[in-house]
């Protein structure tokens, strides 16, 4: 947003005042969000063009469109007369537009011809639409005519008419015959613009009867045709050559209007046997050769987008072998009026003044009309802050209220411009339109482009700070741009950081963040090579690259600016590309590109495939250098040098360098002169005078530059005068009264001659008066004494030497020395905003009185106390704050709140200081306070709390107390519920009781003013530990019980900005241990704060490192998987990142007794397997000889048998004898009883099919089998009881061996 501050031409000195105070159009943003707010005179956005030819077969569509805030109302004249759309059936009106629809299907189009203007009106202003004419288009037919038949000699010329009927618009005319078929045109047969057919001669062959002209209208795609003509050519008396002669135009000379931007179409049709030819040109100038184009065969000229420069005088010539002929065509341009500066729409604020400018062109020149809501402004209500100066309307000192649409017509007898234009006086607050906490990230040594894009009435002020301290002003390496962007031109990695720009105007203030990263740019730090491979090998190309780690980068590869084949042979790795089995299709350039979201690197390298044979591969070497330099066609400022080329060594060589040595000036230097082409063996090269040439010349091929060649002979050029002056030509002064003119001075190799000095020529600017001089040498400053103060002088320094001097030098303005200023600025006034911001105002100073380049302001204010009542006098820092610029007021920040300052003013220039300014006092009011100054929990219990803390260091107000929270701190760092207590400004200890034990505590203290309160500071405290649970308890077969707290309190302070309490005793305490069938159990008291907590442990006399876990927020842990019958060494380690210290208990020794020796399992004794085969191997025999005794027929009483004696081994064992005898723990004797670990079975010998055989059941009466964890029965195993008769019934199986030997292990 800009104030652009701008003279008119014809005004008055009456208006001086008055336009320093102008603004330019504020623009509008096409944000919603602020547009929703904005009331807004009507804007016309779409309206139908000023000349509507409508086809009566279709609607009428009469475009008008509009904006506004609030919506527009529309309304339309026809033929200058208000046209109700409402009571016209045929005419319908667009919803939300005024766009008309006329229904003219039954109804004479005739009726709707006119002039159409449409009104869109809101309570703002009125806006119009163009004048917009309708007519219809119109295709008549032909009139009815009879042609006779054209009987012509042959070789005469001749002109067939068309004159078709006039239509709207008017028709497309073209030739044909009866078949449709377009006639053959050429140079001899042509068509006019006019449709008429031309012929320079005529043959025998132009016989025909169908010459037919067709007319086609172009809105009702209709085509007209005109009676066919009859041409007969008689070959009986032929017409003889003849030279040329116009047929069109007729005469010598002709002339032609045409408008500025529209086709010039310039045409000359010659008849003549043979037939001629066309040539065209412009007297006294060029024809256009961008804009103009030859039609019809030479015989139309057309020139588009005509401008005054195209009038002049056209001449076209028609020649042949005979003899020629010319016509001239005076061509004249007149312009319908056009837009040099359209009238913009003006935003403006209370009291401002704004112009709106209505500049147009034309030919003749265009008369304007200035128009408001639609009326005439001279007959508009009188308004005496608007002033009209012909093509400029200037509105001085506008109110709220007096919003108007503004219409400008210029029209002269060629056509007519009209445009809107609103003034809206709208009184905004600022509103930064960027979006908040916007990241840009770019390259380092980039620009960067911060944006704040506001919106406000009036203009809001921008300013920028980084990091929301240092203000940044224009100048390297910032520039703040008009619309607000602040512009690094090259951003390096300390420009990264926080920015914030605040958008001001009288009626608020905003702020907007934005944060700028500054990345490392993205490089390639190996490319790939040129390679030469063998058919069938391998090709690697390297590509190493650096980039910023931030960024996330992709690499490419191209083969020939392509994509890779797709083929598994191209292996693409993280820096490298892998061609496998090389083919004579893989030659080309490969190109490794490495892109990020912000920059890109690239770097090719071509793979050259070579036979695969023993022969050695071609060797690329630098080029021998060129020999034999030759310096022919020698003048004073150009020399030819020729050489012949050194061998390429299999590398064509890509150019040569030419250099030069300056043996008089810079003997031993060479300096670049010139490149050529490689194929080029010769060079012109420009030389400068009083120089003594010696060249060489250097060839490069692709693999680097050669030697460089033995030098020429030398040439030397003549002296002359110097072609140049000296540059940076400054005046600045050092003291009063002097004044330092300085410049750089020209090099040997510059000055052309020998005798090299400087004219200094100085005058006082604005005085007219003669320039003073003074010759000097070897020097590039002249000190001029005797100057008036800080005045403008017009400065030039001039080169000569002995042959003459140099050219005319350009004047430059330097001011002579400048002294202190004499004034001191006035009428002081500081407005304190709040407690930290005081704005100061002053009377500046007269520019007289500055005595030099005012530099701004500077503000000096010192604190001279509190406004405590018992608060000191201290003597306090001095302060400044410096203004650039012709200033009048400034803000002082960071002031401390409820004190007493004094200030005074010095007004500054380049010499330093002028005299201070009377002092002012004023006061600041109360703020916040600071934080409390410590926060010490002192005492602890086990349901209490001692707090003691100390007043603030800054009170920054009366105090008036304090604010205390405290939650309580679970285990898992839950918080609990917040309590909140209050205490009077002179309390600063409390006790906190009915407190947890064991528990941690959070508190937040702040404390307050009456403008609230201040920055809290925390502190963490446990209370003590309840003695009934400090040691952990082991029950039988399980773990510890919760684990002890500390027994003292632990002090933490997140924010201590101030005091830090002191830690109160050890990190650790007590340590216990215990042993149990899971592992070791290890208890501590632990005061500490710190982050990681760890049991350590290793086996005792060993030499491995130590295992660790970690146990954060416990003050137990168990230890698994220890081996049994090993002794370990075990501690408690606490370590913190932020804390190089490690704290640690004392080692404990931990020893795991061995396992007893347990029931072994029979199943794997090689005595038991025995016995099982022995009693299976018996079972097998009895069972044959069972069978045997069957078939025999022999009865054998098997019950009876077994009845009598029954074998002991099979039997169930009783509950007397088979039982098992108690095993008993060694670690208590209240454990529970187990079996062995081999038992499988019942002791009853029995197997139930329903359970699971890694199972036991319960045998016993009332007997209740219990596991251990680890799946040990717990209890007595004994043997089931016999079973009651109707129990044994309901299983016949019998005894299993088995089972019945596990009963006697």
């Not at 095993?1223 to 079996?1235: F, G, L, Q």
């Amino acid at each position: 947003m800009d104030r652009n501050r701008k003279w008119v031409p014809g005004l008055g000195a009456a208006l001086l005042i008055l336009l320093c105070h102008v603004t330019s159009a504020l623009e509008v943003p096409l944000d919603p969000k602020v547009l929703e707010g904005l009331p807004q005179p009507p804007t016309i956005t779409l309206q139908s063009p000023k000349d509507y030819i409508f086809d009566p077969r279709e609607n009428i569509v009469i475009h008008c469109e509009a904006k506004g805030k609030p919506t527009p109302s529309f309304s339309w004249t026809r033929n200058g007369t208000h046209f109700d759309v409402e009571k016209d059936s045929n005419v319908l009106t667009k919803p939300g537009s005024g766009t008309l629809v006329i229904d003219i299907s039954g109804e004479k189009a005739e009726a709707y011809e006119g002039t159409y203007q449409c009104t869109a009106h809101n309570e703002h202003g009125t806006a119009v639409s163009n004048n917009i004419v309708i007519r219809q288009s119109r295709s008549p037919l032909w009139s009815k005519e009879r042609n006779e038949a054209i009987t012509v000699q042959m070789g005469v010329s001749l002109v067939l008419q068309c004159r078709p009927p006039a239509g709207l618009p008017p028709p497309v005319i073209f030739w044909m015959d009866n078949n449709f078929q377009r006639l053959p045109l050429d140079k001899r047969v042509s068509q006019a613009l006019n449709g008429d057919l031309y012929f320079s001669n005529v043959l025998p062959e132009d016989t025909r009867s169908d010459y037919i002209c067709y007319a086609r209208f172009p809105h009702t795609q209709t085509i007209q045709q005109k009676q066919p003509i009859s041409v007969i050519v008689l070959n009986n008396s032929p017409e003889g050559e003849r030279p040329p002669g116009f047929m069109m135009p007729l005469g010598p000379a002709s002339a032609k209007m045409v408008l500025r931007g529209e086709t010039l179409e310039l045409e000359c049709i010659a008849e003549g046997l043979p037939t001629p030819d066309i040539s065209w040109q412009k007297d006294g100038g060029e024809l256009p050769s961008s804009r103009m184009s030859f039609h019809n065969f030479k015989k139309t000229l057309m020139i588009s987008d005509v401008n005054e420069a195209d009038a002049g005088d056209y001449r076209c010539s028609a020649t042949n072998n005979l003899g020629n002929a010319h016509h001239m065509i005076k061509v004249s341009v007149k312009a319908a009026p056009f837009w040099v500066s359209a009238p913009r729409n003006l935003i403006l604020a209370p009291n401002e003044t704004g112009i709106l400018t209505c500049r147009v062109n034309g030919e003749p020149k265009p008369k304007i009309t200035w128009f408001v809501n639609g009326i005439r402004l001279e007959n508009a209500p009188e308004d005496h802050s608007r002033k009209v100066e012909d093509d400029t309307v200037i509105l001085s000192n506008v109110q709220t209220g007096s919003s108007a649409v503004y219409q400008c017509n210029a029209s002269n007898e060629f056509g007519y411009l009209m445009a809107n234009a609103f003034v809206s006086v709208l009184a905004e607050a600022p509103r930064v339109l960027t979006p908040p906490n916007q990241v840009y990230q770019v390259i380092a040594n980039h620009p960067a482009l911060l944006h704040c894009a506001s919106f406000g009435s009036p203009i809001p002020t921008i300013t920028w700070f980084k990091d929301s301290q240092t203000s940044i002003r224009n100048g390297d390496p910032y520039v703040i741009h008009e619309n607000g962007t602040l512009e690094i031109h090259v951003a390096q990695p300390l420009n990264s950081g926080k920015y914030t720009c605040i958008a001001t105007n009288n009626l608020g203030i905003r702020e907007n963040h934005v944060f700028l990263e500054v990345k490392e740019p993205t490089r390639i730090l190996k490319q790939p090579e040129y390679k030469v491979v063998q058919r069938g090998m391998s090709a690697m190309f390297e590509c190493k690259v650096k980039h910023d780690p931030s960024l996330i980068p992709t690499m490419t590869w191209l083969k020939d600016s392509g994509e890779l084949p797709d083929d598994e042979r191209f292996v693409v790795d993280t820096d490298s590309l892998t061609i496998k089995d090389v083919t004579d299709e893989d030659e080309g350039t490969y190109t490794c590109i490495m892109n990020t979201t912000l920059d890109r690197d690239s770097a090719s390298a071509m793979l050259t495939v070579v036979e695969a044979t023993p022969t050695p591969a071609i060797v690329h070497e630098k080029p021998d250098p060129p020999t034999d330099l030759e310096l022919t066609d020698q003048t004073e400022r150009s020399v030819q040098l020729t050489w012949i080329p050194g061998d390429d060594h299999n590398s064509p060589t890509e150019r040569f360098l030419i250099q030069y040595e300056d043996l008089l000036h810079q003997p031993g230097v060479w300096v670049n002169l010139s490149e050529v082409a490689g194929t080029s063996t010769t060079a012109r090269l420009s030389l400068s005078p009083y120089i003594y040439y010696s060249f060489r010349v250097l060839a490069l091929n692709r693999v680097g530059y050669s030697r460089p060649s033995q030098p020429s002979r030398q040439y030397r050029t003549n002296p002359a005068a110097p072609d140049e002056n000296p540059s940076d030509v400054k005046g600045v002064g050092t003291e009063p009264g002097n004044l330092v003119i300085s410049w750089t001075p020209l090099t040997g190799f510059k000055s052309n001659g020998p005798g090299l000095e400087y004219k200094v020529l100085w005058r006082q600017k604005d005085t007219d008066g003669e320039w003073s001089s003074r010759s000097v040498a070897n020097v590039s400053q002249c000190v001029v004494s005797g100057t008036p103060t800080f005045q403008p002088y017009e400065i030039k320094v001039q080169a000569f030497n002995d042959y003459g001097s140099g050219p005319e030098p350009e004047v430059m303005i330097g001011y002579s020395g400048e002294d202190l200023p004499l004034s001191a600025p006035e009428s002081l006034q500081v407005m304190v905003h709040n407690s930290t911001l005081a704005e100061v105002h002053w009377e500046p100073v007269s520019i007289p009185s500055v005595r030099g380049k005012l530099q701004g302001y500077k503000v000096y204010y010192r604190r001279e106390r509190g406004l405590h009542a018992t608060e000191e006098e201290t003597d306090q820092e001095e302060q400044v704050l410096t203004f650039s610029g012709n200033r009048s007021e400034g803000r002082l920040p960071g002031l401390q709140p409820y004190s007493l300052y004094n200030l005074f003013i010095r007004v500054v220039n380049s010499k330093g200081e002028g005299p201070q300014s009377s002092s002012k006092t004023f006061e600041t009011p109360e703020g916040v306070p600071g934080p409390p100054s410590f926060l010490n929990v002192t005492t602890s219990s086990l349901d209490s709390l001692t707090l003691q803390w100390g007043p603030p260091m800054n009170n920054n107000g009366r105090l008036a107390g304090y604010t205390l929270k405290y939650q309580p701190v679970n285990n898992t760092n839950e918080l609990g519920p917040v309590k909140v207590m209050m205490f009077l400004a002179n309390e600063t200890t409390t006790t906190l009781g009915n407190l947890n034990s064991s528990m941690l505590y959070k508190f937040y203290l702040s404390a307050k003013t009456i403008k609230g309160s201040g920055p809290i500071v925390t502190e963490e405290a446990f209370t003590v530990i309840d003695t009934a649970r400090s040691q952990p308890t082991v029950a039988p077969g399980k773990g510890p019980t919760e684990p002890p707290h500390p027994t003292s309190p632990i002090t933490q302070s997140p924010h201590p900005p101030f005091h830090k309490a002191p830690p109160v005793g050890p990190a650790f305490g007590s340590v216990n241990r215990t042993v149990s069938e899971d592992g070791a159990v290890i208890s501590w008291e632990y005061f500490g704060h710190h982050k990681n907590v760890y049991v350590e442990y290793i086996v005792e006399n060993s030499k491995e490192d130590w295992k660790r876990e970690l146990v954060n927020g416990s003050h137990s842990h168990t230890i698994k998987g220890l081996k049994p019958g090993t002794s370990y060494r075990v501690r408690v380690v606490a370590r913190d990142p932020s804390d190089p210290a490690v704290h640690s208990t004392d080692e404990v020794l931990v020893t795991v007794p061995a396992v007893p020796s347990r029931q072994v399992d029979i199943a794997t004794q090689g005595w038991f397997i025995g016995l099982m085969c022995a009693i299976a191997l018996l079972i097998l025999v009895l069972l044959i000889v069972c069978f045997i005794k069957r078939n025999k027929g022999g009865k054998y009483p098997v019950k009876e048998k077994e009845d009598a004696h029954q074998d002991p081994e099979i039997q169930p064992m009783k509950e007397d004898d088979g039982t098992f005898g108690e095993y008993r723990s060694m670690e208590s004797d209240t454990e529970d009883h187990k079996p062995l670990k081999g038992s499988r079975t019942p002791s009853n010998g029995t197997v139930r099919r329903d359970e699971s055989d890694d199972s036991l059941v319960d045998y016993g009466e009332g007997g209740d089998g219990q596991f251990n964890e680890d799946g040990s029965f717990i209890g007595q195993y004994s043997g089931k009881k016999e079973k009651d008769t109707h129990e044994g019934n309901e299983s016949s199986e019998a005894p299993s061996p088995v089972n019945a030997m596990n009963s006697f292990v």
